[in-house]
């Protein structure tokens, strides 16, 4: 079955080639027998995933329970896997059959497994390895044929290093990792899902089709969508039933979208993240800048030779130009306020404009700059750095940038 099948069949949206690899993971690893650890952000869509391995494979006809190992106390989750006998502990008043039971010769989904307790890891790892396992309260060994798909959305590895999660059950579990994208990843699916979600409630509720403008899908594709797709389709659902016009605008959807300004959302809507700055914007950034202190400087020295060299007008007329040399140029310790522009003194007693702007032709001293972009991007990045006292994150706000480009830009330029 190729992938546009698998996705008719289990109602996948989406042509991202991230998700197309997902499934062709799933599809290629379905009929064999080995364990499966999938993992990705929460409302990712997991269980679908599990559900395709679980149909395309020989176990198809068995039984297929899906237990979230998140909601199940601690004190009872043994009983729930592994089953008990009568008077085992308080309440067991008659024996119960297991999860690994009653699958037996089918498939178990183990949602969030890396919220297990470590002694319930234990047993989980003894039916991995030979299929046996005690009922609790019992000390007779039982056997089960069960295939194993876990799935969570933490780094699983971390808690090994933590001393929260098995080391030899990670292994056993992760023997065919897949990862299930986050819908900030597969932007170009976010509008397919969006229609398809609102036309599906727009027949529920029996209510016109929604059509979105432009700024509306712009809006939708740069959000962050942490809680990915479960969090789009309750939105869908809520703009099917709320909205009268059933033209949505971009300022509809923000009533809808949580603003993510005072929150720890990695994006804000509408703006681009710091993240997704590229070597060319800081380029651009520095000519913009360069073109900027240019033309500044060109005002000043006009100011200069159309006032006869009086600084001291051009001083008052141009106070903005002035500070900002202040702050540009570096002055000793104690003499900061002893910037000053020297008048010329011209040799002839000729004071008008046309003899003092010849002496600013013929004195004025003609450096060559240099032009290298890597120079220019070098010498902001140092400035920014000495002005923040070496402190990376704030040099990265001033320059624009993340503290990450800072920090591989540092790297590169030798700094």
């Known amino acids: 079955m190729d992938t546009q099948n698998i996705k008719q069949r289990f109602g996948i949206i989406g042509n991202s080639p991230l998700l197309n690899r997902a499934i062709d993971i799933a599809s290629q690893v379905a009929p064999t027998d080995?364990?499966?650890?999938?993992?990705?952000?929460?409302?990712?869509?997991?269980?679908?995933?599990?559900?395709?391995?679980?149909?395309?494979?020989?176990?198809?006809?068995?039984?297929?329970?899906?237990?979230?190992?998140?909601?199940?106390?601690?004190?009872?989750?043994?009983?729930?896997?592994?089953?008990?006998?009568?008077?085992?502990?308080?309440?067991?008043?008659?024996?119960?059959?297991?999860y690994f039971e009653v699958a037996n010769?089918?498939?178990?989904?183990?949602?969030?497994?890396?919220?297990?307790?470590?002694?319930?890891?234990?047993?989980?790892?003894?039916?991995?390895?030979?299929?046996?396992?005690?009922?609790?309260?019992?000390?007779?060994?039982?056997?089960?044929?069960v295939r194993i798909i876990a799935a969570t959305n933490v780094d699983v590895y971390n808690r090994v290093k933590n001393g929260k999660f098995r080391e030899d059950l990670y292994y056993r579990?992760?023997?065919v990792p897949l990862r299930i994208p986050a819908l900030q990843e597969r932007k170009e699916d976010i509008y397919l899902l969006f229609r398809k979600f609102s036309a599906d409630f727009s027949d529920k509720y029996r209510s016109p089709a929604l059509?979105?403008?432009p700024d509306a899908i712009q809006i939708l594709t740069n959000y962050s969508w942490p809680g990915n797709v479960r969090q789009l389709k309750n939105i869908a659902e809520q703009i099917c039933v709320l909205e009268k016009d059933r033209n949505v605008t971009?300022?509809?959807?923000?009533?809808?979208?949580?603003n993510e300004a005072?929150?720890?959302?990695?994006?804000?809507?509408?703006?681009?993240?710091?993240?997704?700055?590229?070597?060319?914007?800081?380029?651009?950034?520095?000519?913009?800048?360069m073109k900027k202190d240019m033309v500044e400087l060109k005002k000043l020295v006009a100011e200069i030779i159309q006032h006869?060299?009086?600084?001291?007008?051009?001083?008052?007329?141009?106070?903005?130009?002035?500070n900002q040399l202040y702050r540009d140029v570096e002055l000793p310790a104690g003499q900061e306020h002893a910037f000053t522009i020297q008048q010329p003194t011209p040799s002839n007693n000729n004071n008008n404009n046309n003899n003092n702007a010849d002496y600013f032709a013929h004195e004025a001293e003609e450096v060559e700059e240099s032009l290298s972009l890597v120079d220019k991007e070098s010498d902001l990045i140092k400035k920014a750095l000495k002005k923040h006292k070496g402190k990376r994150k704030f040099a990265a706000q001033e320059l624009g940038i993340s503290e990450r480009t800072l920090y591989r830009k540092i790297k590169?330029?030798?700094l």
């Not at 030979?130 to 019992?138: A, M, Q």
């Not at 971009?250 to 949580?258: E, H, T």
């Not at 006869?308 to 002035?322: K, R, S």
């Open 34 to 98: 080995m364990s499966v650890l999938i993992t990705g952000e929460s409302g990712s869509g997991k269980e679908v995933f599990s559900q395709i391995i679980h149909q395309m494979s020989a176990r198809k006809h068995g039984a297929f329970i899906a237990v979230n190992c998140g909601a199940i106390p601690e004190g009872t989750i043994d009983s729930e896997l592994f089953g008990h006998e009568k008077g085992s502990f308080t309440g067991a008043h008659e024996a119960r059959k297991g």
């Open 105 to 145: 010769g089918g498939t178990i989904f183990l949602d969030e497994v890396a919220e297990l307790p470590l002694g319930t890891q234990a047993r989980l790892l003894r039916i991995l390895e030979s299929g046996e396992y005690l009922r609790v309260g019992s000390s007779k060994v039982q056997k089960t044929d």
């Open 173 to 175: 579990l992760n023997t």
């Open 211 to 213: 059509h979105l403008e």
């Open 250 to 258: 971009g300022q509809a959807i923000l009533n809808y979208i949580p």
């Open 262 to 289: 005072g929150s720890n959302l990695p994006m804000t809507i509408n703006a681009q993240s710091k993240e997704d700055f590229t070597e060319r914007d800081i380029l651009y950034k520095v000519l913009f800048d």
């Open 308 to 322: 006869g060299g009086n600084t001291a007008t051009v001083l008052a007329d141009n106070p903005q130009y002035i």
């Open 412 to 414: 590169e330029l030798n």
